[in-house]
């Protein structure tokens, strides 16, 4: 477990090849304030979950100052782009990094990283 894990992959991934997915951060931003707030975020193998993951981390994430990355992309020109950009303390949890072969899910409570 990572906290404020910054933007450092993100920011890898930003230079090699990027296709704009910053409007996920308008949907993300516009459940803020809702009772009950919680997002699933599922998809197949090699989809882009870790990158939108770092994406997240990155825009949300107080350990850092992503401006100049994202003031590049969609979500700049959104009214609330500035509202929630570097001011949350982030959990980041890499679950590829845990056991898998334990039923008892202890690892998750014992393990840190």
């Not at 803020?32 to 994406?55: H, L, Q, Y």
């Amino acid at each position: 477990m990572q906290v404020n894990p910054g933007n450092g992959k993100f920011l890898r991934a930003v230079n090699d090849f990027y296709v704009d997915k910053t409007n996920f951060i308008s949907f993300i931003n516009s459940r803020f304030e809702k009772d009950k707030f919680g997002v699933c975020f599922a998809r197949p193998r090699r989809f882009g979950k870790s990158i939108t993951a770092n994406m997240l981390c990155a825009y949300y994430s107080k350990g850092c100052d992503s401006k100049a990355i994202f003031d590049k992309f969609e979500i700049s020109k959104d009214k609330d782009y500035l509202t929630h950009l570097n001011k949350h303390n982030v959990l980041y949890f890499d679950m590829q990094h845990y056991g898998r072969n334990d039923e008892t899910g202890e690892h998750f409570i014992n393990k840190r990283t």
